[in-house]
Nanobody, 112 residues
Framework: VQVVESGGGLVQAGDSLRLSCAVSGGSLSSLAIAWFRQAPRNEREFVAAVNWRGSTKDAEFVKGRFTISRDNSKNTVSLQMNSLKPEDTAVYSC???????WGQGTQVTVSS
């Protein structure tokens, strides 16, 4: 299974970004997918996850701002990020299959 993230970039505070996690070599419909992030000098932290049934779980700090969704027909999981804050700056990584497979990550930078 290969995992590839995309959609990161440099935005201003209050802007939105949509990250995508493309999964190949396996059926997305049977995999739980999670997003994590790691800022410089910080530990990696959980952001959001969606299981194979479509049930989602969010970290407290993203509730009301970030939304995770999956499109099994496109083998893609998206993370819609609204009202971005400078403290959201990090490398965002996607993990599939209960963190068995990881992507390389995509940088999100939010300027104040």
């Amino acid at each position: 299974v290969q995992v590839v993230e995309s959609g990161g970039g440099l935005v201003q505070a209050g802007d939105s970004l949509r990250l995508s996690c493309a999964v190949s070599g396996g059926s997305l419909s049977s995999l739980a997918i999670a997003w994590f992030r790691q800022a410089p000098r910080n530990e990696r932290e959980f952001v959001a996850a969606v299981n194979w049934r479509g049930s989602t779980k969010d970290a407290e700090f993203v509730k009301g701002r970030f939304t995770i969704s999956r499109d099994n027909s496109k083998n893609t999981v998206s993370l819609q990020m609204n009202s971005l804050k400078p403290e959201d700056t990090a490398v965002y990584s996607c993990a599939a299959g209960n963190s068995r497979w990881w992507g390389q990550g995509t940088q999100v930078t939010v300027s104040s």
